[in-house]
């Protein structure tokens, strides 16, 4: 059965401070790979999305993310972290059929 | 609206009534899907339809859940005789596809509908 581990419950990075928010998935076949936003009491917004092709893939509000398939891993990036990105991240993974199987999510606290 | 609309925001029921949640997809999305969000939790999926068609139920925990789209626009999800462990929010997402997932057609998510059991 598909799933996706986020190891990282919390992370406090300093603002300016580079992110690495670490996604692990289980899937037999080629994934298609997401990773979502959730502001408190708001839905999920797309980040950004890995279907095929390179392996590095650029998202909105300067995310980035890259898909080691060896590794099984899909870790989101960003070079400098702004005190609006605090929210919680979802990383995942679209599963036979239609549906997404999601991680347990990790919640960014930036610090001034 | 532009988005994918819940309603409605909150829903506070006592443990053993019965409740309805709407969604309302983007206009022309064929695809529309439910997940249930516990506290602390990644959404988890319910059920999903294509059009009118409900095509995945698998995730349904129980026969007290209940989902429709009659018209494959609006859908429902109902939840009978409700019990504390049903508290969550209940997100609905909609996308212009068809039968998978691909690169052209992400899922849009609405703010969810957070449903109280006392």
């Known amino acids: 059965a598909q799933s996706v581990t986020q190891p990282d419950i919390h992370i406090t990075v300093s603002e300016g401070a580079s992110l690495e928010l670490r996604c692990n998935y289980s899937?037999?076949?080629?994934?298609?790979l997401f990773w979502y936003v959730q502001s408190p009491g708001q839905g999920l917004q797309l980040l950004l999305k890995y279907f095929s092709g390179d392996t590095l893939v650029q998202g909105i509000k300067g995310f980035e993310a890259e898909f080691k398939r060896s590794q099984s891993s899909f870790n989101l990036r960003k070079p400098s972290v702004h005190w609006s990105d605090a929210a919680e991240y979802f990383c995942?993974?679209?599963?036979?059929?239609?549906?997404?199987?999601f991680g347990a999510g990790t919640i960014l606290r930036v610090k001034s | 609206g532009a988005g994918v609309s819940q309603s409605p925001r909150y829903k506070v029921a006592k443990r053993g009534q019965d409740v309805a949640l709407r969604c309302d997809p983007i206009s022309g999305h064929v695809s529309l899907f439910w997940y249930q969000q516990a506290l602390g939790q990644g959404p988890e999926f319910l059920t999903y339809f294509q059009n009118e068609a409900q095509l995945d139920k698998s995730g349904l925990p129980s026969d007290r859940f209940f989902a429709e789209r009659p018209e494959g626009s609006v859908s429902t999800l109902k939840i009978q005789r409700t019990q504390q462990e049903d508290s969550a929010v209940y997100l609905c997402?909609?996308?212009?596809?068809?039968?998978?997932?691909?690169?052209?057609?992400?899922?849009?998510f609405g703010d969810g509908t957070r449903l109280s059991i006392l």
């Open positions: 997402a909609s996308s212009p596809g068809h039968d998978r997932v691909d690169g052209n057609q992400p899922q849009h």
């Open positions: 899937y037999g076949a080629t994934p298609y």
């Open positions: 995942a993974v679209g599963a036979g059929g239609n549906k997404l199987v």
